[in-house]
């Protein structure tokens, strides 16, 4: 069974910086996906960004492209979520989950959230 935890949120202030972290714990297929999601009160939840183990691929949000940026250190079985230039409406929280692939709804694995509020 597959565990992630994540990590890194906080309080910032518009226009700075934080990176999140996932850490992946048991089983993992060789294939697979990690997507960031994120969901402040009141509304959806949001896949903000995901990357595909397969082949480095990578998916963002309109929300978040050209701040946001996905990476993965394997070595680690370890997923960042790092976030430059944050706004106020990028507060909530956020989770990483596991699925099959970027593309796919069944992300079945998830972490337990990390609140990031970001103030004026």
């Known amino acids: 069974e597959v565990q992630l935890v994540g990590s890194g949120g906080g309080l910032v202030q518009a226009g700075g910086s934080l990176r999140l972290s996932c850490a992946v714990l048991?089983?993992?297929?060789?294939?697979?996906?990690i997507g960031w999601f994120r969901q402040a009160p009141g509304k959806e939840r949001e896949k903000v960004s995901c990357?595909?183990?397969?082949?480095?691929?990578?998916y963002y949000a309109d929300t978040v492209k050209g701040r946001f940026t996905i990476s993965s250190d394997n070595a680690k079985n370890t997923h960042y979520l790092q976030m430059n230039s944050l706004k106020p409406e990028d507060t909530a929280v956020y989770y990483c989950?596991?699925?099959?692939?970027?593309?796919?709804?069944?992300?079945?694995?998830w972490g337990q959230g990390t609140q990031v509020t970001v103030s004026l």
């Open positions: 989950a596991e699925g099959p692939w970027c593309g796919s709804s069944q992300f079945d694995s």
């Open positions: 048991g089983f993992t297929w060789d294939d697979y996906a």
């Open positions: 990357i595909n183990s397969s082949d480095g691929s990578t």
